[in-house]
């Protein structure tokens, strides 16, 4: 079995800084995977899922345009973990972010999903 564990997510203030991690894990031993696909998405209270950013066969990254600038997403293999390094953040960032991996470049049959992480930007 298979599980993305986030981590990371927190309070902060506008403008500052906060890096939410993803890491994949098995419950066999024996067993290892990795994924030639990360996604990040995003949900806020009362409005849908919103992807984030991704990142496809190693570095191949897109963004979203309310993020472009401000957040990178990166992987370290060796660890089968993904991270999202959010700069600049403002109040309308708050949202539960939700990573998901798989693999291939169509996104949306990526199966696996985190559980998500709440990240708040208040003053």
């Known amino acids: 079995q298979v599980q993305l564990v986030e981590s990371g997510g927190g309070l902060v203030e506008p403008g500052g800084s906060l890096r939410v991690s993803c890491s994949a894990s098995t419950s066999n031993d024996m067993y290892s995977i990795s994924f030639s696909g990360w996604a990040w998405y995003r949900q806020a209270p009362g409005q849908q899922r919103e992807l984030v950013a991704t990142?496809?066969?190693?570095?191949?990254?897109n963004y979203a345009d309310s993020v472009k600038g401000r957040f990178t997403i990166s992987r370290d293999n060796t660890k089968k973990t993904v991270y999202l390094e959010m700069n600049s953040l403002k109040t309308e960032d708050t949202a539960v972010y939700f990573c998901?991996?798989?693999?291939?470049?169509?996104?949306?049959?990526?199966?696996?999903w985190g559980q998500g992480t709440q990240v708040t930007v208040s003053p």
């Open positions: 998901n991996a798989g693999w291939g470049t169509n996104i949306q049959r990526y199966p696996y």
């Open positions: 990142i496809i066969n190693g570095d191949e990254t």
